[in-house]
Nanobody, 123 residues
Framework: VQLQASGGGLVQAGGSLRLSCAASGRTFSSDVMGWFRQAPGKEREFVAGLRWSGGSTYYGDAVRGRFTISRDNAKNTVYLQMYSLKPGDTAVYYC?????????????????WGQGTQVTVSS
């Protein structure tokens, strides 16, 4: 399984970014895709999750209402649209794949990880 995250960058507070995670190497129809982030000196934090089957979603408290996770089945790609960005959103963002079950918020529940993409929000 390969997960290729992209789309990070530098943005001013209040701005927006869209991250992409291109997945390959297996059939993802039963999987859960998650976005996590990790800021320097902090633990990896759940951001959002999506089930390929049915498209149900769940968000971390810090981003609910500002971020949207979605998928493109034809491209095997999951997106994280981020609005109203704050300096506290600055982190390396990772996409992850959980091969079965429900959306989980703990990193250890996920089986595969992408390489991460840096998001920096300036004040």
């Amino acid at each position: 399984v390969q997960l290729q995250a992209s789309g990070g960058g530098l943005v001013q507070a209040g701005g927006s970014l869209r991250l992409s995670c291109a997945a390959s190497g297996r059939t993802f129809s039963s999987d859960v895709m998650g976005w996590f982030r990790q800021a320097p000196g902090k633990e990896r934090e759940f951001v959002a999750g999506l089930r390929w089957s049915g498209g149900s979603t769940y968000y971390g408290d810090a981003v609910r209402g500002r971020f949207t996770i979605s998928r493109d089945n034809a491209k095997n790609t999951v997106y994280l649209q981020m609005y109203s960005l704050k300096p506290g959103d600055t982190a390396v963002y990772y996409c992850a794949d959980k091969t079965s079950g429900l959306i989980a918020t703990t990193p250890r529940s996920y089986d595969y990880w992408g390489q991460g993409t840096q998001v920096t929000v300036s004040s």
